[in-house]
Each structure stands twice: as C-alpha cells, then as structure tokens.
C-alpha cells in the first residue's frame, strides 16, 4: 500500500509593504496626491513621510523614552519636559479595526478597535516600537475600558483620570491633581525630575508648532481658499508620530509656499466650490474617506472641529506665572477648559465653537461624522443640529466606520449635499 | 422637425430609467428596464429604446444627465447629479399639478430617502436609511420570492385579509426572510403576513419622513410606490395624504431631464 506524505507548507513571510495594510495605506496615499492637480510642493514633505511610515513600514525614530497617548486630553508637554517622547496612538486603518474586532465587542467604535487592533498587530504601524508607557485618559467609555485591554496585550498603561464635567471647580481641582500624577508616573518611568526651565521649553516647543498651524488656518479662511482639505489633515496627522520640530519647519515651509501662492493668485479650487466644515469623529489616515469625497465632489474642507486636527492644536497654554507650580496648572487648564469633546456633561462650547468656525472660514455647510458605535457623538447630533438648524447653516449627518464598503451610498448624500449648498448660494446671490 | 430634447437617465441598483422631455419641459417619453450586471450596456440600450419609442433622432437630444447610483458609469452623459437632486425637482415639477409640494420619499431598490425642498424645487434637508436594504424595494423583493408571489401581486394581497396584519419585527432584510418562513411554518396566511411586511417599512419609511419634517403635499415615489397596500400603510402611518404620480419609477429621470433642460437653456442664454 502506498501512502502519500503529508506535507506542512510553510507559511511565506509577507514583506511589510505587500501587506493589506501597506496596500490600504497606499490606495489613500495615491488618492491624494494623484486624484489632484498642482498640489503645494511643500506638502511633498509629508507625503513622503506617510510613504515611507505607513507604506513602507520604516520605522519612526523618537528620543529618550516613548509614550503612546490614546486621546489628545494627555498633556504631551509633560512628556517633553521629561525628556522623552510622546506619539499619538489612535489608527485610523480599516485592516487593523476588523484585527481589534476579533477580541472587541462588533458594536464598538472604528477608531478604538483599530487602535487595539494596531497594538495587539505584529507590526505595529506607524513602526514607533513598543511605548515604554501608553497613557490612556478616562474620557469615553471605549477609551477608559481599553485601558485594562491594552495592559492585556502586555504593555504598562496609566490611567489619566479626565472628569466629565466641566463647568465645576471640583472637577479643576481633581483634573490638575490628575496630571499632577501623570508627572509623578513620569518621574518614576524616566528617573528624572520636572524642572522649570524644562517644562517652560516643552510648552515653547509645543506653541511653536502650535502657531506654524495657526498660521495654516489664515490659507484656509481665504475665499476661495489656497489648500485643501485633504493636505491640511495629512498635516496634522503627521503630528501624531512625526519628530515635532521637523514637523514644525515643514509647516512654516508650507505656510511659505502658501504665500507665495496667494500672492500669485492661485487657488485650490474653484471660486464656487462649496465650503464645508468638518466636524464629529475625527479622520485619520488612512481613513480619510469623507473629506476625500468632499473635495472629490468639488466641495472644499476650510476648517473642522474635530481631535485629530483642530481641536488638537488649536488652544494653546496661557501661563501667568512661570514658576512650576503655576505652569502645571495652566497646562492642566488648558487641556480641560477649552475641550469640545463630546464626553462632557453639556456641550454649550462645543456649540459655540462651530459657530465660531462656521462664521471665521465662512462655511457654506456643515458634515457631521460620526463612527458607528461613538456613542457620545452620536447623541450630541440632535443639538448640533438644533444649533444649527437656529443659525441657518445646513448640516449633513453621516454615521459611518472605516469600512470603504458604503462609499457609493456615501457619495450620493455627499453630492447631493454640496449640490443643495449650491443651489442655496445661487439663490442668495 | 428641428425640436430640442433633453435627456435623463437614472441608472439604479434595479432598474434603469430614462425620460425625455421637450423644450418647455413636457414629458415627451419614458422608459424602465432591469438594470441586471451590465450597468453601461443596458442604460445605452435603455436610452436608444426610449428614442425608438418616441421616433427622437439621438442628435436632437441636446442635454443629457445622468443620475443614479451608476451615473459616474454613464460617460456619455453631458453632466452628472446626485439621485437627491434629480429626485427632488422631478417631484417638484410633477408636484405642481397637485398644488405643490415639500416633503418627497422615494424608496428604491436598495435605499429609501426622505427629501425637504423649496418652493423652487432645491433641497433643503434629507435623511436616507443607512447603508442596508431594509425597508427598502430589495425587501419587497424577498418577500415576494418567499410568498411564491409576483412583486405586482403584493398589493392586492394587502387588502384580501380578515385578520389583523402580523408584526414583522426584523429590520434587516435576511432575517426578516426567516421571519417570514417562519410565519408561513406556523399556518398564518399570505394576506396578514404581507399587510405586516408593508407596514414594517411603512414605519421606518415614515420615521424618515418624519426626521425631514411633514411639509404639505408629501410625494411618494420610487418603484415601490407602485404598490397600493404599501401606499395605504404609509398613509396610514404619516396620517396624512400622500401623492402617488403616475410614473412612480420615473420622477427622477423625469427631473435629470427637467435639470438637462434648464443647464441647458441657460447655456444657450450665457451665449448670447
């Protein structure tokens, strides 16, 4: 009798950039650098950068330690002041969401399965190595219960305690007492000690990026405005991984070239494109799914309010006193008083903020996105949207997560949606 | 003859629809056939069927839009618009026979809609049901195949029963499938089991409906509408009257091509 030998074939190791996840990346990649003409040369810098960081899989450089954050409510000064180096941890890849399906509840949001999906992956992309301590803010719900799942996946995490109201001044003092700790598990991580003068560079550090993209925000205020959407969030991305000071100087080469083009006349789009404000669960790469078709569809996206981008960089430290008691505080102050996150209690700021937006970048319209399973954007809508619907300014709701598998229902409200913002403004002209 | 006609067509997930109108807007034609797998294919036949129909040489059609879920598919189009638009000044322009109208659903063969307009005809708010087919034409659809039923007989079954429409609890399309199986295993009849399926997306549809706000005259379109039991749950549900044109399937071909008409009079006007 002859019996054949069973053979194990073994498993062909997949070179990074041929993995879905390089292959996701570089899909989005090509859609906004190809997809668009005459795109600024400065933005090369940061395309780029997510070529080699998130096509390639090259590995991201950080100096002293490494501290992953999972939420922009972790004061990153503190980190600098320490002296090591703070990278934002929330994945915006469709791959690494339906990995962090695999162990999370199927109703929970895009963005927090991708980031557990991205921790719990072989390779972690960006390839930051492994944080020496992930900090983890008690915000939502998601957030605060990943904590205990990211420490399952073997990493130190610290639990950054963020109160959910706040308008009382119970809820100043807990907060500045919070990051009060998070100094202390810093002290004790890198075995240095917080000083003044190294606090007062980290918050000088952190301004001045700060104001490269204040200054961005002046492009985007023209009408019509010099830079899209699109570039405006890769920036801003960038900022999660990127060596801040590089990233900085690119910004200001950035907001040069922008100059130049503003006084050479040349737009980014055309003088009728609808102007869209961006708002709810922030994009970031590669899902970067609505403000593409926004500007696909010849709208344009001139500001957002949103925590991978505006919300993130907007508000800066305001210190009175710059002895290190009172800087602690102003920095605590700031990553608290000025938030919009819908976490909180009431959103009478939030409310107020958009119009804000709205009114500065002369905003046409407004979208409003919102992960399927974000719990508290979700339920903010309906007052947004009363807010809105009082001041005038239509508003499109879209619910959605980071599979591409909706963009033709999607594309169809967003169309039909800049068309009604047309109408509209042919019909007040 | 030297008359001008305008075109649109409306390339959805069932069917593909075209309809032809003159220089003053008049419908001149119009003409529905299965979208099958071959979207590009079958919308140029649609297209040369209509003109067959109508004795209209291809280069009297001036203008010509696409619209619809395949519209990008449609390169031979002048110019392409969301279904939203196309819908609502279709509906606009068949609404002013009935005194005019505001509030629009459309159920299609994979979404429903529900569209606010002005009293030009340009949308102001819509909300449609998120990407999946309930409640939507797909639903009927199923139903149908479950019940050994063709899709026109649905209605007339709506009003046959004695007893009380059963409740169809599922809101997704493949379970309400086994819903139904399940209905017919326990000896319910056809009749009760169908007026349940209609008033199952006559709720959600109202819900719609009700989230654009009520505006008087409501207009219902869309393939489905064709269905007289569903039109009376949907009545029932809105607790007002609702406008059922005569051409459900082609309200927004019919304004692609009131939208062909207008670009392109405007066009000729920008000239001069």
């Known amino acids: 009798m002859h019996t054949k030998a069973h053979t194990v074939i073994p498993i062909q190791p997949v070179p990074y950039s041929r993995s879905r996840q390089a292959g996701e990346s570089q899909t ?44 922009i409510q972790a004061p990153e000064e503190l980190i600098y002041a320490f002296g090591a180096t703070p990278m934002r941890l929330c994945n915006g890849s469709y791959h690494y969401d339906q990995r962090g399906g695999d162990f999370m509840p199927a109703k929970s949001c895009s963005l927090v399965k991708a980031t557990l999906g991205m921790l719990s992956a072989e390779h972690v992309i960006p390839n930051i190595g492994k944080p020496d301590l992930i900090v983890n803010p008690t915000t939502c719900d998601q957030k605060k219960k990943s904590s205990a799942m990211i420490e399952g996946l073997g990493y130190a995490v610290f639990d950054l305690e963020f109160p959910n109201v706040k308008e009382s001044e119970a809820s100043r003092v807990y907060w500045q007492r919070a990051v009060r700790e998070f100094a202390q598990r810093l002290r004790t991580l890198t075995g240095k000690k917080l000083t003044r003068k190294n606090l007062r560079a980290a918050i000088a550090k952190i301004a001045r990026a700060q104001v490269a993209f204040r200054k961005l925000h002046h492009f985007r205020q023209l009408s019509p405005s010099i830079i899209l959407g699109k570039d405006a969030f890769l920036v801003t991305n960038a900022y999660f991984f990127d060596n801040i000071d590089s990233w900085t100087a690119a910004v200001e080469k950035l907001n040069e070239e922008l100059a130049q083009r503003e006084q050479d006349g040349i737009r980014a789009v055309q003088k009728k494109a609808p102007r869209v404000l961006f708002t709810g669960s922030p994009p970031i790469f590669p899902n970067l799914k609505l403000p593409l078709l926004i500007e696909e569809s010849g709208g344009v996206v001139v500001a957002d309010e949103t925590c991978s981008s505006n919300r993130m960089l907007y508000d800066m430290t305001a210190v009175d006193e710059w002895w290190l008691n009172d800087m602690v505080d102003s920095l605590a102050d700031k990553y608290l008083k000025p938030c919009t996150c819908p976490i909180f209690t009431k959103n009478d700021d939030r409310k107020r903020r958009l119009l804000e937006l709205v009114n500065q970048f002369q905003a046409d319209g407004v979208v409003y996105q919102a992960f399927a399973g974000c719990q508290v954007y979700e339920m903010e809508v309906k007052s947004v949207a009363d807010a809105f619907n009082q001041a005038g300014i239509p508003m499109l709701y879209i619910e959605t997560d980071y599979s591409p598998d909706d963009k033709g229902q999607m594309s169809t409200r967003i169309e039909a949606f800049l068309e009604s913002l047309k109408a509209k403004k042919k019909r007040q002209a | 003859m030297n008359k001008n006609y305008f075109a649109g067509i409306d390339v959805g997930s069932t069917a593909i629809k075209v309809a032809l109108v003159d220089e003053d ?25 209509l003109l067959a129909q109508t004795g209209v040489q291809r280069e009297r059609v001036r203008y010509l839009i696409a619209t619809g879920y395949g519209r990008k598919l449609f390169k031979e189009a002048d110019d392409s618009i969301s279904e939203i638009t196309a819908n609502a000044m279709g509906a606009f322009e068949t609404g002013k026979a009935y005194g005019g109208v505001r509030t629009i659903i459309n159920i299609g063969g994979q979404d429903s809609k529900a569209i ?14 998120d990407k999946c087919a309930a409640g939507t034409g797909r639903f009927l659809d199923v139903a149908a195949r479950n019940l050994e039923l063709d899709l026109e007989e649905l209605g007339e079954y709506h009003f046959k029963g004695t007893c009380a429409p059963l409740k169809i609890n599922s809101t997704c399309t493949v379970f309400a499938e086994s819903e139904i199986i399940g209905l017919l295993a326990n000896g319910h009849g056809k009749s009760e089991i169908i007026a349940g399926i209609h008033y199952s997306i006559a709720v959600r549809t109202a819900r719609l409906a009700r989230r654009v706000g009520l505006e008087k005259h409501v207009y219902f379109d869309g393939g489905p509408a064709l269905n007289k039991g569903l039109v009376a749950a949907l009545q029932e549900e809105l607790g007002c009257q609702i406008i059922v044109p005569e051409f459900p399937q082609t309200t927004t071909a019919f304004g692609a091509a009131i939208l062909a008409r207008n670009e392109f009079l405007a066009e000729v006007e920008d000239a001069h």
């Open chain 2, 116 to 129: 606010q307009i002005d009293d030009t005809g340009s949308v102001v708010h819509f909300v449609m049901n």
């Open chain 1, 28 to 71: 989005v990649l090509d859609q906004i650098t190809k997809d668009f003409d005459d795109n600024p040369q400065a933005m090369q810098y940061f395309y780029d950068l997510f070529q080699k960081v998130y096509c390639q899989g090259e590995a991201v450089p950080h100096e002293g330690m490494l501290v992953g954050t999972t939420c």
């Open chain 2, 25 to 49: 807007g008049k419908m001149a034609g119009e003409h529905v056939t299965p979208s099958g797998s071959l979207f590009h294919k079958n919308s140029l036949a649609a297209l040369a069927d």
